[in-house]
């Protein structure tokens, strides 16, 4: 089965400074990869996805990630982090079941931006 | 935002009372699914629908079952709520197998006393 991991599971930074969050991914086949983002007592919302084609992807609200086939990760990234970027970032895995597709969850990290 | 509805927002049960979740949708999406989201976990899949009665177990499927009588509406059943079922309930929904995102509703915070 597959399974996501992220090693931060918090994150502190100050305003402006710039951000990489780490996800890796234990599946051998094709997989489709996801960032989620979920601000304090709301739902998850999506941040950027791959499903093929250029590693390096472009999200909402300035977030970036890319994917390295070779080291099996997505990583997030963004080079100036707001206040309001406060919230809790979620990698997932998206694999192909047959019937339906499986979204694999990483715990999470929390990110906390300071002013 | 996608229009999934769900309901209740917030529930409080005794351990022992069955409790039903429900989630709506109006996107017509073919594919829906029960999450749950505790603390170091993440959220993890429960039980999912790819069409009308078509269902199937996802990874903490026990003590749980589902219904899905109408496109638009997908229920999550706790037939006999224990502690351990105290979480964060989300619903999602897909247009497509894989090559779309899932898109969540505003969850419903179930405590078991």
């Known amino acids: 089965a597959q399974s996501v991991s992220q090693h931060n599971h918090h994150v502190i930074l100050s305003e402006a400074a710039s951000l990489e969050l780490g996800c890796n991914y234990s599946y051998g086949g094709t997989v489709n990869l996801f960032w989620y983002v979920q601000y304090p007592g709301q739902h998850l919302q999506l941040l950027l996805k791959y499903f093929s084609g250029d590693p390096l992807v472009k999200g909402i609200k300035g977030f970036e990630a890319e994917f390295i086939k070779s080291k099996f990760s997505f990583n997030l990234r963004k080079p100036s982090v707001q206040w309001s970027d406060t919230a809790e970032y979620f990698c997932a895995v998206n694999v192909d079941t047959g019937t339906a597709s499986k979204l694999t969850f990483g715990t999470g990290t929390r990110l906390q931006v300071t002013l | 935002d996608a229009g999934i509805t769900q309901s209740p927002r917030h529930k409080v049960t005794e351990t022992g009372t069955p409790v039903t979740l429900r989630c709506h949708q109006t996107?017509?999406?073919?594919?829906m699914y029960w999450y749950r989201q505790d603390p170091g976990h993440g959220l993890r899949l429960i039980h999912y629908s790819y069409g009308v009665k078509d269902t199937d177990k996802g990874e903490v499927s026990d003590g749980y079952s589902v219904s899905r009588s109408k496109t638009e509406d997908f229920l999550l059943t706790l037939e006999s709520a224990t502690s351990s079922q105290t979480s964060v309930y989300f619903c999602?929904?897909?247009?497509?197998?894989?090559?779309?995102?899932?898109?969540f509703g505003d969850g419903t915070r179930l405590s078991i006393l």
């Open positions: 996107e017509n999406h073919r594919y």
């Open positions: 999602a929904i897909s247009d497509h197998r894989a090559n779309q995102p899932q898109h």
